[in-house]
């Protein structure tokens, strides 16, 4: 059976997979996302219901917070609106997939690409994220993503994408960016600035789970707009047609529901009242 994919609540946070959870490699200030010492509610809770707070220090994987990321969510969706799509297996009920997207300015690492900055009248898709074996439904969660910023007005939606090792092979469209290509096809020069930048400014602190391929996204229709050999950043137009569309099935949909209401009071007054003796 086909996922069903919804909006992301407060309510299913809890429900979200391990990483999607806990992960605020985009949320967060990268200075606080590094490893922490921060005292953690350890033992039973007390006979009031409050866990005792202890004096050891746990040390939390890098970028790793589920109290940072739920914070976030909750100021995005009370500020903002909706910033994150769920893809749901309905045979078990487990999430299988996520999406979050947000304003740049809700998004401290969006600043920090060479490729930034994310453009003024865009939204920033940050990252598409799916368990084992489910794989298909990146798709699906990347247009539930469209179709909500169509409907609120957004003209366009952007994205750091990652070139990686494989990409020529599922994406074997030249591409402005270097890294779109195999690397057999790269010119000296290209190979020695990819190079050089590696060695030049290293990013120990990266999470490759949070960054969007960069194939998928071409292959999704979106442009680079700022070519690089690592992080381009892409950009699909929400164009005015789209937004039309949009529209006229939701007029369509009016129409239905009046058509269906104005029905059922004819049949109601044409109905049979019977005879009177």
Known sequence: MEPVVSRLTLESFESLPPHARRCVFWEVEPSMA???????????????????????????????????????????????????????????GVIVGTAFYAPPGRVPRSRLFPTSPVSADAILLTSIQVEPGYEEVATPLLDAVLVDLMRRGVRAVEAFGLVRGDTARRNPTPDATPGMRDISEWSDEEI??????????????????????????????????????????????????????????????????????????RERTFAPVGRRL
């Open 34 to 92: 590094g490893p922490l010492d921060r005292p953690e509610s350890v033992g039973p809770a007390g006979a009031e219901g409050r866990g005792e707070i202890m004096g050891r220090s746990v040390a939390r994987a890098p970028f790793e917070s589920e109290f940072d990321k739920e914070a976030w969510i909750s100021s995005v969706l009370l500020e903002w609106g909706a910033c994150g799509q769920l893809a749901t297996d309905p045979t078990t």
């Open 192 to 265: 020695v600035s990819v190079a050089r930048e590696i060695l030049d400014n290293p990013q120990p602190d990266l999470c490759t789970r949070c960054l969007l391929d960069a194939a998928f996204l071409k292959a999704s229709g979106f442009d680079v707009v700022a070519s690089h050999a690592r992080f381009p950043r892409l950009r699909l137009e929400l164009d005015e047609g789209l937004g039309w569309k949009s529209e006229v099935e939701g007029a369509l949909e009016k129409l239905v529901v009046m058509a269906a209401i104005d029905m059922t009071g």
